[in-house]
């Protein structure tokens, strides 16, 4: 049986007005403070806590995206004032919840690059980081023999240091310092984040918002269809844009050429990238709050979907092939060091190209939604 598609952005749908908007806001705004709520009582910043307090941490974030998102696609029917007003303070509070989960997630990626390209077996995380430090630690009389060992068998995976080679185990070592480094320091600013008047400022808003949305005074048009309509329309400008012959190769001569500079500024092929993926995270929102004023069961399209996992990937391994040449340009490193963060951050690139080419497949598809 072919199943139903139904598009929340169909200008035919039925109505969905700024009341249908404020009810959405009111819920994503009683959802964060039920998520703060959980976090008080958890006492953790974000992934340095326990596991209820990263859920907790998580949806703040999910709840202040959603928030701001919807502030920004349908401002014609807010108050401009406040809506201007809270609106970069939930993105400063989302980012600034979002660094630590993504240092951790970096390494995690990285590290089990580091394994897959040098042929070992995939371990859990925690070896991982303890094997990358084990090879990072001062030499002393225990480290020696394996360290000769390995040279006198550069092919051969080492036992100890999770079967990775020498150069490959010291850039782990080394990713594993400045990242865990970067990920404590941004623990440090989640705490502050949360504990500052800036932080119980949007809180008190959002307090506001779960009982009150502040709409727009002077009249403004009520259907929310053509605002989110022009979301969509801005999304598809957006991957009109895209390269997507460069993206249908497996090869990029280009990026790679760029990625071997010593240029540590960030990809030039990337931003569009990246600016798709929040474009089409506001179309998804801008469905969600279509989806809350006309249907009863949700509706999840399996393109947008499968396109905005594509998009993550791209993010994920557009930065973490950064993070290897950051690594790379560390002062007085090895060669063999050098030699295996070079090879990681080809491999990463290469996940750039392949997470193109997999959103290109995903957009050109025909939209499917299913109940």
């Known amino acids: 049986m072919a199943q139903q598609h139904l598009e929340p952005t169909d200008a035919t749908a039925g109505a969905a007005t700024a009341e249908a908007l404020a009810g959405y806001l009111r819920a994503q705004a009683t959802e964060f403070l039920r998520a703060l709520r959980q976090h008080r009582e958890n006492g953790g910043a974000a992934a340095g806590g326990s596991e209820a307090s990263v859920d907790a941490a998580r ?128 623990h440090s600013t989640a705490l502050q984040a949360l504990g500052s008047s800036r932080f119980h400022a949007v809180a008190d808003n959002i307090a506001v918002l779960a009982s009150e949305v502040p709409l727009a005074q002077t009249p403004a048009p009520t259907d929310l269809h053509p605002l989110a309509a022009a979301a969509e329309d801005r999304l598809k400008d957006a991957v009109t844009a895209l390269p997507l012959v460069t993206a249908g190769h497996p090869y990029n001569a280009e990026a790679l050429i760029h990625g071997l500079s010593p240029d540590p500024s960030p990809h030039p092929q990337d931003a569009p990238w990246h600016q798709v993926r929040l474009l089409l995270r506001l179309h998804r929102y801008a469905r969600e709050v279509l989806h809350n004023a006309e249907m009863d069961a949700e509706i999840v399209d399996v393109r947008l979907l499968a396109a905005g996992e594509a998009l993550d990937r791209h993010r994920d391994a557009s930065e973490a092939a950064a993070a290897a040449a950051q690594a790379a340009r560390t002062p007085r490193i090895a060669p063999a060091t050098a030699y295996a963060l070079g090879v990681l951050h080809a491999d990463q690139r290469h996940e750039v190209e392949a997470a193109r080419f997999a959103f290109q497949q995903a957009w050109q598809k025909e939209t499917v939604s299913t109940p």
């Not at 406040?82 to 600034?96: F, K, Q, V, Y």
């Not at 094997?131 to 002393?140: D, E, L, N, T, Y």
């Not at 150069?167 to 990920?183: I, M, N, S, Y």
């Open 59 to 186: 949806a703040l974030r999910r709840s202040a995206r959603r928030i701001s998102a919807s502030l920004h696609t349908f401002r014609p029917l807010l108050d401009p004032e406040w809506s201007e007003r809270i609106r970069p303070e939930l993105a400063w509070l989302s980012g600034t919840l979002a660094l630590e989960h993504a240092y951790e997630a970096r390494l995690e990626r990285l590290l089990l690059a580091l394994h897959r390209l040098s042929g070992a077996m995939v371990p859990m995380q925690a070896d991982l980081a303890a094997g990358s430090r084990a090879a990072g630690a001062a030499p002393g009389p225990q480290k020696a023999a394996p360290a000769n060992a390995a040279s006198a068998h550069p092919g051969t995976p080492t036992p100890d240091r999770g079967n990775l080679t020498v150069g490959a185990a010291k850039a782990g070592a080394l990713l594993d310092r400045q990242l865990t480094l970067a990920r404590t320091r941004a």
